[in-house]
């Protein structure tokens, strides 16, 4: 969008706004290693590497020739990924800005793009019906992931680095041995998704999936087996995002209803719902306490209690749709990406 049909609210509660994008911010990454280390994607192609609190010093890496859908650090945080609306993946040197690696592969669009947890490999789907693994120091492709007829819309690696789970628009989930490219598992029809996945999120240890899709619902599925342990049914419109607690036996889901859902992992039942003036885009679990952090359409970022459904803070300052949300690592900055063309970092 043009930025200025943004209507900006006179309430501002981010301590930096960041404003060098000259398009709707898809895409923002937080350092793993680097608090105040920030990068965003935008719809003018671009990516910044940015530092919060410092106005001046930042770094335009240009490199696509469309939107930049996804961005992500290595777990050491020395290099970023960017992968964008042309189909290309770019690794680039977090310090300097330097290009260092162009990833390319994939016909058509990327969706996601995800680095495995340990090592200098990233993973990216496409809406070309494959997902790509490359290796970042090399640009060679590791493997090509086929076997879904739509496009792959989300995707990541186990936290232990040994899987890899895809969901697709064909309504499948797959499970797949990143060392062969096979796929091990693949999960489709009753009792699963209906329609098209739109989302996916993989516990701490590894075992469980929580798949979200246009079918307004959420699945839990063992990675192992592949048995469809339950499907939450509550929302009444698509799911957009969803996760695991760090610490709690608690998932949440967020449907452009306007509900964050937070589950019982071990009832399988609802535990509280989050109600929001528009639809929730995104959803993030605070690595070091029981909130979670919500991105919502009315351009508000929400801080709610995952145990007691408290909305603990409401940031206001965007002047339109929050498209993106990214949590520091000690989880005290939240940092957003809107549709008014502008990242905000919000403290808690």
């Known amino acids: 969008m043009d930025d200025g049909d943004a209507v900006f609210p006179e309430q501002d509660d981010s301590v930096h706004a960041f404003s060098g994008h000259k398009g709707p911010v898809y895409s923002v990454a937080c350092s793993p290693t680097d608090k105040g280390l920030v990068a965003?994607?935008?719809?003018?192609?671009?990516?910044?590497?940015?530092?919060?609190?410092?106005?001046?010093?930042?770094?335009?890496?240009?490199?696509?020739?469309?939107?930049?859908?996804?961005?992500?650090?290595?777990?050491?945080?020395?290099l970023l990924a960017s992968g964008g609306l042309d189909g290309i993946v770019n690794v680039w040197d977090s310090s300097t800005g330097a290009l260092k690696q162009k990833l390319e592969g994939p016909g058509e669009a990327i969706e996601w793009v995800k680095w495995h947890p340990r090592g200098h490999l990233v993973l990216?789907?496409?809406?070309?019906?494959?997902?790509?693994?490359?290796?970042a120091d090399t640009a060679a492709c590791m493997a090509v992931l086929s076997g879904h007829s739509g496009a792959v819309t989300c995707g990541d690696f186990t936290p232990d680095g040994k899987t890899i789970c895809t969901g697709s628009e064909d309504g499948s989930f797959r499970v797949w041995?990143?060392?062969?490219?096979?796929s091990n598992r693949v999960v489709q029809g009753h009792p699963f998704h209906t329609e098209g996945l739109t989302c996916l999120a993989i516990s701490n240890d590894s075992s469980i999936a929580i798949t979200g899709s246009t079918d307004h619902n959420a699945c839990l599925v063992n990675i192992q087996t592949g048995k469809v342990h339950a499907t939450l049914a509550e929302h009444s419109k698509s799911l957009e995002c969803v996760g695991f607690s760090s610490g709690l036996q608690l998932a949440a889901s967020g449907a452009m209803d306007g509900?964050?859902?937070?589950?019982d992992l071990q009832t399988l039942?609802?535990?509280?719902?989050?109600?929001?003036?528009?639809?929730?885009?995104k959803l993030l679990w605070s690595p070091a306490s029981q909130l979670v952090f919500t991105g919502c359409l009315d351009g508000k970022v929400r801080a709610w209690d995952g145990r007691t459904g408290n909305c603990e803070r409401v940031f206001e300052g965007h002047g339109d749709s929050i498209l993106d949300l990214a949590i520091s690592r000690d989880g005290n900055m939240i940092i957003s990406g809107s549709d008014d063309n502008t990242a905000r970092v919000f403290e808690m």
């Open 177 to 182: 041995n990143p060392k062969t490219g096979e």
């Open 259 to 263: 509900k964050l859902i937070v589950w």
């Open 124 to 135: 990216a789907g496409s809406e070309d019906v494959t997902a790509w693994l490359w290796n």
């Open 269 to 281: 039942q609802s535990r509280l719902t989050c109600e929001h003036e528009d639809g929730v885009v």
């Open 40 to 78: 965003t994607g935008g719809g003018d192609d671009v990516t910044f590497i940015w530092r919060v609190g410092d106005a001046e010093s930042h770094k335009q890496l240009q490199g696509h020739t469309d939107s930049i859908a996804a961005l992500g650090f290595s777990h050491d945080g020395q």
